[in-house]
C-alpha cells in the first residue's frame, strides 16, 4: 500500500456500500484499518455488508445506518442520527449514484439522477460537515464518472418536466454536477479555513449492477448490445473501479479538488491515478448551481 495512508483509528462512511464499487471501497477502507460506516438504503444488504466487513478485518468497528438518498428526510435523519453518535468523521465517500435508469422523481419532486446523484448527497456533505471539521485531515472523496464531460446544466428544466428525457444525458449532467459541486466545496472550505478536503474520483469503465433502490436499468436491445460488448471488451472488475476512491481517501498527496481516475485508455481503465479533467474550470457555474442546491434542499453553508 505504498503512498496510502493507514487508516486505523479512523471513522469512514460509504454511501452504497452494499454492492460493487460502494462495496469495494468499504472493503478496501476497512482493509487500511477504518471502522466503516455503511449507509445505503437496504437493510438487509448493508447488513450483510457489515458481516463481511467483520469477518474480513474484525479490528474494525463497522456498522450501517440507513440512508435512501432520493429522500431529503432519510437524509436529514441519517445524518442527524450520525450527528448524535459521532465524536468527529474522518472520511466520507459520496458513492451511491443512480445510473440511467427512466424519468422518474424523488420523494421531493426532483428528476432521480440530479436529486440522488447531486442534491442527496450534497445535503448529507453540508449536513455532516461538522463532524468532519472536527478531524484534522478530514477528506469528502465524491465520485463523479467520466461521463461528466457530457454533461451540460439546463438551469431553467433541472428536473426535466420540459424538455425530452434522455436518460443517459441526465446521468451525465448529475455527474458533471458532482463535480461542480466538489469544486465549490474545496473553494467554500479553503475560504472559510475549514481543515477539510474535497476530492473526486471517477471509475472509468466498471461492470457494476446497475439495480438502484428496486428501480434497475431498462436498456434498449441496441444499448444492451453495446453494454455487453462494453463489458466483455474494456470493463475492469468494481474492485478496480473502487481503486481511484481508495487513492483519493488516502493520497497524502491529495490537494484540494483533485480528481483520481484510471490511468490507462483515456482514464477507462487501469491503476488509479491523479487524473486531468477534461473540461475548463467553471467556478461562476459552480457557485450557481450551489445556490440553486441550498435553495432545493434548505441545507446552506455553512452546515
Known amino acids: 500500500m505504498a503512498g496510502q495512508a493507514q487508516l486505523a483509528g479512523r ?11 460502494g462495496l469495494e471501497t468499504a472493503r478496501g477502507l476497512a482493509a487500511r484499518g477504518a471502522s466503516v460506516i455503511v449507509a445505503c438504503r437496504d437493510p438487509g444488504r448493508a447488513d450483510e455488508t457489515v458481516r463481511r466487513l467483520r469477518a474480513e478485518h474484525p479490528a474494525g468497528q463497522h456498522r450501517a445506518v440507513p440512508l435512501a438518498l432520493d ?26 449514484g443512480v445510473f440511467g435508469i427512466d424519468h422518474g422523481h424523488t420523494a421531493q419532486g426532483f428528476e432521480w439522477h440530479f436529486g440522488a446523484n447531486c442534491l442527496g448527497h450534497f445535503a448529507l456533505t453540508l449536513d455532516l460537515l461538522p463532524l468532519l471539521a472536527r478531524r484534522p485531515g478530514a477528506r469528502v472523496v465524491t465520485v463523479t464518472s467520466a461521463m461528466y464531460r457530457r454533461g451540460k446544466l439546463d438551469f431553467a428544466d433541472l428536473d426535466w418536466r420540459r424538455r ?24 467554500r472550505l479553503d475560504e472559510a479555513g475549514i481543515a477539510v478536503t474535497s476530492l473526486l474520483s ?5 461492470a457494476t449492477n446497475s439495480a438502484w433502490g428496486g428501480r434497475s436499468m431498462k436498456p434498449t436491445l441496441a444499448e444492451t448490445v453495446m453494454l ?28 484540494g479538488g483533485d480528481l483520481y481516475g484510471p490511468s490507462r485508455l483515456g482514464g ?18 459552480a457557485s450557481r448551481l450551489w445556490l440553486v442546491a441550498e ?3 434548505g441545507v446552506r453553508w455553512p452546515a
Not at 455527474?175 to 466545496?185: D, I, P, R, S, T
Not at 471517477?202 to 466498471?206: F, L, V
Not at 473502487?242 to 497524502?252: I, K, M, N, R, V
Open 228 to 255: 455487453a460488448l462494453g463489458n466483455a471488451l474494456m470493463a475492469q472488475s468494481p474492485a478496480m473501479g473502487a481503486a481511484p476512491s481508495l487513492l483519493a481517501a488516502t493520497d497524502p498527496m491529495a490537494r
Open 71 to 96: 429522500d431529503l428526510g432519510s437524509v436529514a435523519a441519517c445524518a442527524q442520527a450520525l450527528r448524535a453518535e459521532l465524536d468527529g468523521l474522518d472520511i466520507l465517500v459520496c458513492n451511491a
Open 164 to 187: 425530452p428525457y434522455s436518460k443517459w444525458q441526465a446521468y451525465a449532467d448529475s455527474k458533471l454536477g458532482n463535480l461542480l459541486l466538489a469544486e465549490e466545496l474545496q473553494r
Open 295 to 297: 435553495d432545493l434542499t
Open 202 to 206: 471517477h471509475p472509468g469503465y466498471a
Open 11 to 21: 471513522t469512514v462512511l460509504v454511501t452504497g456500500a452494499n454492492r460493487g464499487i
Open 268 to 285: 477507462m481503465r487501469g491503476p488509479p491515478a491523479r487524473a486531468d479533467k477534461k473540461i475548463t474550470p467553471d467556478p461562476v457555474t
